[in-house]
């Protein structure tokens, strides 16, 4: 998907909310444990309730390979089943060297046909350029997270001054262009969002921490929007696991127009529409 | 495995090596594409040519994500087919928040039921401490990496005079113990490998790039073994791939025999059996 197709599905939806899919066998409602693959049967009704209102699906691939061959299937058929002008997030972190990283991009944008992996950086510019080489596909790297641990090393500080987070989004924006590279950005950091907007005033980011992890979307916003907006805000389990009944669908759709109706007051006080 | 059980293995095997099983259907002998598995046969041969000669193999999983949920099966299956006294290594480079991490611990350790995994340390401490509550597993984490991209961010110095993998080496050798926890240090960088083990003397450091990547089996002994031996020496291309005919086992025997000898030489060198 390209920036222009992403950019016009923002507008027309008049949202930038992605759904995490983080599928999850212990977390689904009971009843669809009497299906061949619940997990595809949950993302199903999710989509189905969703898709309207929403521009990403992400799938996690962790939950998917937690149960094995059979999971990837569920994975393969989720994908499968992401309407194709939304555009499906591989959430996968991988990254290797260059010959490993390659096989990871054949995987996730060759057989699952997702739009876009997420990557994570300290292998540097081999370890993630394999997956640059693809039309239309973008490469997510991980920037700055918002998880307690992101205090053990990406806000430590160079000689220069510089923190490593900031130095990862200057370096890896290098490697390809905003038209293939996006970076995830904690929404718990929203403090920070201000000056990474400024370091890269162009490019998408992923907002993940909305929601369950506590971010605040209209601070991110305030801080972070560009005139191509460049945010995907993603939420995962305060949406799918909105509910944990036969309701689950709808109570995921309620939550999905919450935010939604949010982003288009956002879209509408930013002149996007 | 216990780090008894696997320097017990060293000595009874006078050898430290780990054979990558990187598979590639573009890269196995044409007759094994006959059978219905063909990675599987063709690692299920290497296992039996070189399973005396080796205390680890190190199935690298983008090799078998590559093809889907069929390619998982052929990793399952080699694992199963793994003899339990060799060491089990999933070289898939994970890590994220702490619930996902969760479940990419319980993939790999539960369902795939490999004995070590490696991970990537960029989100920090619990991103990585859920693969540490197992029992006799391993974490085997990225510390400082023989590719190319490793000068970008890995080499990079903080105010303290600290670089990026030293700060990375030391912080995570808190996480755990030199009991289940492991680090990845790249033979092509021999030179920093005296440093290294001064700053980590028990650990065992998974050595890649001796090979098809070129670092130097004795200068990384020299500078690096310890009283328990404290490395493991992947080799994968050069091993796997030394042959591309009906031979390939017996020339992947032939080749992992040219570094056991030399792996013993070692150990009687430094009075280790």
């Known amino acids: 998907m390209s920036r222009e197709l992403l950019f016009d599905s923002i507008v027309k939806k008049k949202s930038f ?3 995490g899919l983080d599928t ?10 009497e299906f061949d693959d619940p997990i595809f049967e949950f993302n199903k009704a999710i989509i189905n309730a969703t898709s309207d209102l929403v521009v990403a699906y992400k ?8 149960y094995g061959p059979k999971g990837m299937e569920s994975l393969k058929k989720t994908i499968d089943y992401i309407p194709s002008d939304i555009m499906c997030i591989a959430d996968a972190k991988r990254a290797d060297i260059g010959n ?3 096989r990871y991009a054949e995987s996730y944008f060759n057989y699952y046909k997702a739009d876009a992996i997420t990557v994570a950086p300290y292998m540097g510019d081999d370890s993630i350029k ?26 430590l500080k160079f000689e220069s001054g510089e923190a490593l987070y900031e130095r990862v989004l200057t370096t890896c924006a290098q490697y390809g262009t905003s038209d293939n590279i996006m970076f995830v950005v904690g929404a718990t950091k929203a403090e920070y969002m201000k000056k990474i907007r400024t370091l890269l005033p162009e490019h998408f980011f992923l907002v993940p921490g909305v929601g369950a992890q506590g971010g605040d979307l209209l601070s991110v916003c305030s801080n972070a929007i560009n005139d191509k907006v460049g945010l995907l805000i993603n939420s995962s389990r305060s949406i799918i696991y909105a509910s944990k009944e036969e309701d689950f669908a709808d109570q995921a759709r309620a939550k999905s127009l919450e935010l939604q109706l949010q982003m288009a007051n956002v879209l509408q006080k930013y002149d996007l529409l």
Chains 1, 2 share one sequence.
């Open 59 to 66: 799938p996690n691939t962790a939950f998917y390979e937690a």
């Open 100 to 102: 490993t990283s390659r």
């Open 17 to 19: 909310l992605c759904v």
């Open 130 to 155: 394999p997956f640059l080489g693809y039309d239309n596909k973008w490469v997510i790297i991980l920037g700055l997270t918002s998880n307690p641990g992101s205090h053990d090393f990406q806000q």
């Open 24 to 33: 999850d066998l212990d977390k689904i409602p009971g009843h669809l444990l």
